[in-house]
């Protein structure tokens, strides 16, 4: 079955952009627009891999999203061949996520990693400019199928958070989560004066 889909041009497309991507979820539509295929042949070629075990697909709000399974047996022969391909794929949502402002750190969470009930999708620490989260959300809430849900955290509030085991920090550290961008990852809060 394997060989089938690598002899297929559009499913092993879909399959080297899984290989290519950063490890977060994709909707039928935001594969389609990024790799100019069809969506119904995104769709067959998504079927093919989930039934193979290469995929996962969850649903939220009756859309499907669909991850690389990293317990998939030869993953790590599909990555080392993939690997010699030399094609590199550079995410825009990460790219887009860095431009919102003077973001110090930025998390995927929730639907982007297969975790559609936590209560965040995004979470920005930093400096926003509104106008610019709401042309991003705008742009990936097309893609998406769906209202990503996000939080916006100065940095002083998000490191008292952190290192107090906050449950909403903790609820994204402990499941699946991607780290965007990480400048405050050894940073200490500031002690309160007395």
């Known amino acids: 079955m394997l060989s089938d889909i690598i002899d297929s041009k559009h499913d092993s497309a879909v399959l080297s952009f899984f290989l290519a991507a950063p490890q977060r979820s994709f909707s039928i539509l935001e594969l389609s627009k990024r790799l100019n295929i069809s969506h119904m042949k995104v769709a067959h070629a998504l079927g093919k891999l989930v039934n193979l075990g290469a995929l996962k697909v969850f649903s939220k709000k009756n859309k499907k999203y669909f ?76 893609l998406m199928g769906q209202d990503i849900n996000y939080s916006i955290m100065s940095l002083e509030e998000f490191l008292l958070r952190r290192d107090t085991f906050d449950k909403f920090i903790k609820d994204i550290f402990d499941y699946p989560h991607l780290v965007v961008l990480d400048d405050v990852k050894n940073k200490k809060r500031k002690s309160a004066k007395k």
């Open 67 to 142: 991850l690389l399974n990293s317990r998939y047996k030869l993953l790590p022969d599909l990555r080392l061949s993939f690997s010699r391909s030399g094609i590199v794929y550079h995410d825009e949502l990460f790219s887009a996520i860095k431009k919102v402002g003077d973001i110090k750190a930025a998390f995927l969470s929730g639907i982007f990693c297969g975790q559609p009930n936590l209560p965040v999708d995004l979470l920005l620490v930093g400096k926003v400019n509104l106008n610019k989260l709401a042309n991003f959300l705008k742009s990936a809430q097309k």
